[in-house]
């Protein structure tokens, strides 16, 4: 197939090589910057930078970009799009987007599936890609009414990409789920380390420190707008955050030994029964 890799970012970058590593197909790039470009065409991790007459004649189109950016490629060069041409995104929301994709219905020819590989770093950019991040993960298929065989091709490139499960979903249920799994721990780590504590931690700060503030070093315009995306399912998932907190804090406050030791066994069971 001929692909082409919009947005040579880090999972762009990583998607570009994984597939130039482990599969035959043809792989382009498109990126707004210049030098990701000139570095992925270098290192191999694509044969060439893509044009408008490469869009005509692609198979399949990652949108490795932002939301905003990938409804704005769908409205700009969805027309461009072959019948059947297969195209998909990694964005960390699905609804609005999948709703973006759906009021362009039938200004191009292309089908749409939802995509979200479950893998990252806290670098951004094509220096920091590197397709040993999708070994053994997930790759979230948000199934949305499109084809099966589309979808199912974007399953076999997910796979040999080195993915190890295949998860569909729909794109509320995506959603739902990545507020808690994802947005809700990068909400957290950015509260923990505002604290004025943070300032004087090192020294007295081990494995608890590091695990709990490790994504606190964000991306900051990129989780903006994903927390605004999924404002409703986030809030709702804070709310069930504070409520909790709240419970520890008065429990603590209240030298209430027997409650305090149970809501901790209740957690540290709930843990251990779901990983």
Not at 60 to 80: K, R, T
Not at 225 to 251: C, I, M, P, T, W
Request: net charge negative; glycine share 10%; hydrophobic share 40%.
């Amino acid at each position: 197939m001929k692909i082409v890799i919009v947005g040579l970012g880090l999972i762009g970058g990583s998607i570009a090589k994984a597939l130039r590593q482990n599969t035959s197909h043809q792989v382009l790039g498109m990126d707004q910057n210049q030098d990701s470009l000139l570095d992925a065409c270098s290192c191999g991790a694509i044969h060439g930078k893509a044009g408008s007459e490469d869009l005509k004649s692609a198979d399949l189109v990652y949108l490795c970009v932002y939301p905003e950016a990938a409804l704005e490629f769908a409205a700009n060069f969805g027309p461009l799009l072959k019948e059947n041409c297969i195209l998909t995104d990694t964005c960390g929301i699905k609804s609005a987007l999948c709703a973006g994709i759906e009021a362009l219905r039938g200004t191009g020819k292309y089908v749409f599936v939802p995509g979200h590989p479950m893998a990252g770093k806290e670098r951004s950019g094509f220096s920091a890609s590197d397709p040993s991040i999708f070994v053994g993960a997930s790759y979230i298929i948000a199934e949305s009414g499109g084809p099966a065989w589309a979808a199912e091709q974007v399953e076999t490139l997910a796979l040999a990409m080195g993915f190890g499960k295949i998860v569909r979903t729909t794109p509320q249920r995506h959603d739902q789920m990545i507020a808690f799994t994802s947005q809700v721990p990068h909400v957290l780590a950015c509260a923990y380390v505002l604290s004025p504590q943070c300032q004087a931690h090192q020294g007295f700060s081990a494995g608890s420190y590091r695990d709990v503030s490790r994504v606190a070093d964000i991306n900051d315009a990129l989780w903006t707008r994903l927390f605004l995306d999924n404002q409703e399912a986030l809030v709702k998932e804070l709310d069930e955050l504070v409520g909790n907190l709240s419970h520890f804090r008065n429990l603590i406050s209240a030298g209430k030994t027997a409650e305090l030791q149970s809501l901790l066994h209740q957690a540290g069971e709930s843990k251990r029964r779901n990983g």
